[in-house]
């Protein structure tokens, strides 16, 4: 198959598989006599992946690990289940931090919802903070 049904299979777009390509994500296709990249089933299987693993919020160069285990005839299952427990691990320490600051922001709210603007502290850059 061409590029861009490549592309709609994967549900990404052509340009994102040329720079998968670019990247090492994703091996250089094969050309067809006339020279567009012919992909297969292999690739559009791979593509979906990367895309995955993006949406689990890894970073490409922890997809091209995996990927480089997979291609060396490496199962990376257990790699791929310690990966997603660090993120997994990530996610809660910065969702933690997200709501302590949250909670900052919203005191500040409040301090700013009560002030009259018209006794701000002239000495001050902004009294609100």
């Known amino acids: 198959m061409r590029i861009g049904e490549a592309a709609t299979a ?3 777009t052509t340009k994102t598989i040329r720079f998968y390509e670019q ?3 994703l091996p250089p296709p094969g050309r067809t006599t006339n020279g567009y990249r012919s992909y297969n089933e292999i690739s559009v299987n791979r593509l979906q992946f990367i895309r995955r693993a993006q949406t689990a919020g890894l970073a490409l160069a922890q997809i091209r690990d995996i990927l480089r285990m997979r291609d060396e005839n490496h199962t990376p299952c257990a790699h791929v289940a310690e990966m997603l427990t660090r993120q997994l691990s990530a996610l809660d320490q ?6 302590a600051l949250r ?9 700013a919802l009560e002030a009259d603007p018209n006794k701000c502290d002239p000495n001050r850059i902004c009294s609100l903070l």
């Not at 910065?94 to 709501?99: C, D, T, V």
């Not at 909670?103 to 301090?111: D, I, L, P, W």
């Open 10 to 12: 994967a549900n990404i």
């Open 23 to 25: 990247a090492g994500l």
């Open 94 to 99: 910065r969702i933690g931090e997200l709501q």
């Open 103 to 111: 909670a900052t922001v919203a005191e500040f709210q409040a301090t």
